[in-house]
């Protein structure tokens, strides 16, 4: 029974690079959730996919940044242009009911430099 | 706008004391309350979750939470603390209009000996 993963663990990038962040749910669970968590800001939502739908979308903080989500399962965080205020701790959860309890990954920290 | 305010930022206290986190929440409805506890280098793990029914919820760890709904109030409970406990803790409501988690900013926990 393996949790939700994410790669990379670290990963560091020049500013105006592009990166992408991936994360896989718990098998079986429809509802994958992508948070970031940053000193200044807390913990906070970004994206949120039904199946490979994405019908919340409101956290997301510019037009940098977009998410897929394929077969149910895998999902990609994309951030294009990094800038330095991207620079946190991404974080993805799965559900396996909607409101049910969300488990998280170990994130992915990005250091754009 | 919904949200989850912890007032206490930083509390230390003596190993084999008790323990109390405080958490209000702004919700129009019933709300979907939980803690979250997060290690160093750790992810988020869940401690205890509320939906409905009985005001006072056990978790893991040795933790309870009792929802108040006339104080707005989800505080986080622990009779005996261990070293082991010392970590952040993280209150959160689900969002009224969607699924995705309204985080607290967190409490750091310090157990001194």
């Known amino acids: 029974g393996a949790g939700v993963s994410q790669s990379p663990s670290n990963k560091v990038t020049e500013k105006g690079k592009d990166v992408e962040l991936r994360c896989d749910p718990i098998?079986?669970?429809?509802?994958l959730y992508w948070y970031r968590q940053s000193l200044g800001q807390g913990l906070e939502f970004l994206i949120y996919?039904?199946?490979?739908?994405?019908?919340?979308k409101s956290g997301l903080p510019s037009d940098r940044f977009s998410a897929e989500r394929t077969g149910g399962s895998v999902s990609t965080l994309t951030i294009q242009r990094t800038q330095q205020e991207d620079s946190a701790v991404y974080l993805c959860?799965?559900?396996?009911?909607?409101?049910?309890?969300?488990?998280f990954g170990p994130g992915t920290r990005l250091t754009v430099l | 706008a919904q949200s989850v305010t912890q007032p206490d930022i930083h509390i230390t206290v003596s190993e084999g004391a008790s323990l109390e986190l405080r958490c209000n929440y702004s919700?129009?409805?019933?709300?979907?309350l939980f803690w979250y506890v997060q290690s160093p280098g750790q992810g988020l793990q869940l401690l205890l979750k509320?939906?409905?029914?009985?005001?006072l919820v056990q978790g893991i760890k040795g933790f309870e939470a009792e929802f108040k709904r006339s104080q707005s109030s989800f505080n986080l409970r622990k009779p005996s603390v261990h070293w082991s406990d010392a970590a952040e803790y993280f209150c959160?409501?689900?969002?009224?209009?969607?699924?995705?988690?309204?985080f607290g900013k967190g409490t750091t926990l310090s157990v001194s000996s």
């Open positions: 919700y129009g409805a019933t709300p979907y």
């Open positions: 996919f039904q199946g490979n739908s994405a019908p919340d």
């Open positions: 098998s079986g669970h429809t509802a």
């Open positions: 959860a799965s559900s396996l009911q909607v409101r049910g309890e969300q488990f």
């Open positions: 959160a409501v689900v969002k009224q209009a969607g699924t995705a988690l309204i």
């Open positions: 509320y939906f409905s029914g009985d005001t």
